[in-house]
């Protein structure tokens, strides 16, 4: 009887193979935390543009535009002619202060009397958009006096502040200021 006993080879092939599926599967691992990693930032940076816009919208939300500012001899003031920045919300006329600040000191103040432009006749709520209204402001220290530059702030609560540069030419009622 004969008996056939196979020959025991050294295969290298199978161990060439086990050591390539090792390497794909560190390749797979290192691919997946690469891009946990990148999703993270992308995830981050969308947080962080996503505040800025909101920070940026609640900003201009209550911004107010300043058209003109005359002079106002009536109350050796200012007459100043706004309406609220586009895309603004309505703002309590409450929520309003202001703050002018001249050579001789500076003058400020909350609540200041506002008008709607077209009737005249004093706000008591909200100032709406699309509307236009004219705020007096008493000019107490910072009477207009000719040659002087004086800045306005004009303040919204939870909103917007809005800065202007008053240069009085001429002090005479109805003067352009700005």
């Known amino acids: 009887m004969k008996t056939n006993t196979p020959e025991i080879r050294d295969d290298k092939v199978a161990a060439i193979g086990i050591g390539a599926m ?5 390749l797979i691992l290192v691919a997946a935390v690469a891009a946990a990693v990148i999703i993270q ?7 962080n543009a996503q505040a800025t816009g909101d920070d940026t919208a609640d900003e201009m939300a209550g911004k107010i535009m300043i058209n003109n500012v005359f002079i106002n001899q009536g109350q050796n003031g200012y007459d100043i002619f706004l309406r609220l920045a586009p895309g603004s919300e309505p703002s309590p006329r409450a929520a309003i202060s202001y703050q002018l600040f ?24 909200d100032m709406q958009p699309n509307t236009g209204y004219q705020m007096a402001l008493p000019g107490g220290t910072c009477t207009p006096v000719a040659g002087e530059a004086m800045t306005l702030y004009i303040h919204v ?15 005479a009622a109805g003067t352009m200021v700005v």
């Open 157 to 171: 609560a939870s909103g917007g502040s809005t800065y202007e540069t008053l240069t009085i030419d001429s002090d």
């Open 22 to 26: 090792i390497v794909f599967i560190a």
């Open 102 to 125: 001249c050579d001789a000191g500076y003058q400020d103040g909350a609540n200041p009397v506002v008008n709607e432009h077209s009737t005249g006749a004093p706000i008591a709520g």
């Open 41 to 47: 930032t992308a995830e981050k940076l969308q947080q």
